[in-house]
């Protein structure tokens, strides 16, 4: 069974970091596209970033690029998201998600970790 | 950047109706599109892919048609545990990116 479980959420000042982790297991890691999408307290869905299944491709959304960071460790079966210079408007839940082979949709999802920005 | 816009905003039918879910982009997406369901306090789950496969496991009631700008979810007949939010999302090469659209939120009249 497909298992993708997140952790590192918790309350932060503005301006601090976090790193979260995903831990996944019931499938070949080394071998899946990864991302990270997120979802602002009662609003709709946001892509984050995506690495490629080696780590040697990386994508942001505008909305992140230049402080968040996305990696890997397929040894470790574990995904990352070091996030710097954190703002309110990052509050949300986290989510990891699986890359549906070579189609860029994501077929598997973990159950989410909450980030809260605030003074 | 390419948006995608769900209408309606809020679908308030009964259990046996059929539901038409639309996403519209604003520019062609070809059949690049994905439709995902989330209940509340769940992780969204994919129903349909290249806008008109359906994912692993999911019932033969949902189905997906479309191409360009204009797709559609629908729902042959509604079971109480298909009440949720609905989202279509979009993937492009270039720029690379994933984008969602605002939802529909599906509710028991």
């Known amino acids: 069974e497909v298992q993708l479980v997140e952790s590192g959420g918790g309350l932060v000042q503005p301006g601090g970091s976090l790193r979260l982790s995903c831990a996944a297991s019931g499938f070949t890691f080394s071998s899946y596209e990864m991302n990270w999408v997120r979802q602002a307290p009662g609003k709709g869905l946001e892509w984050v970033s995506y690495i490629s299944s080696s780590g040697s491709t990386i994508y942001y959304a505008d909305s992140v690029k230049g402080r968040f960071t996305i990696s890997r460790d397929n040894a470790k079966n574990s995904l990352y998201l070091q996030m710097n210079s954190l703002r309110a408007e990052d509050t949300a839940v986290y989510y990891c998600?699986?890359?549906?082979?070579?189609?860029?949709?994501?077929?598997?999802w973990g159950q989410g970790t909450l980030v809260t920005v605030s003074s | 950047e390419i948006v995608l816009t769900q209408s309606p905003a809020t679908l308030s039918l009964s259990p046996g109706e059929r539901a038409t879910l639309s996403c519209r982009a604003s520019q062609s997406v070809s059949s690049y599109l994905a439709w995902y369901q989330q209940k509340p306090g769940q992780a969204p789950r994919l129903l349909i892919y290249d806008a008109s496969n359906r994912a692993t496991g999911i019932p033969a009631r949902f189905s997906g048609s479309g191409s360009g700008t204009d797709f559609t979810l629908t729902i042959s007949s509604l079971e109480p545990e298909d009440f949720a939010v609905y989202y279509c999302q979009q993937r492009s090469n270039w720029p690379p990116e994933h984008t969602f659209g605002q939802g529909t939120k599906l509710e028991i009249k």
């Open positions: 998600a699986r890359d549906l082979p070579r189609k860029g949709y994501f077929d598997y």
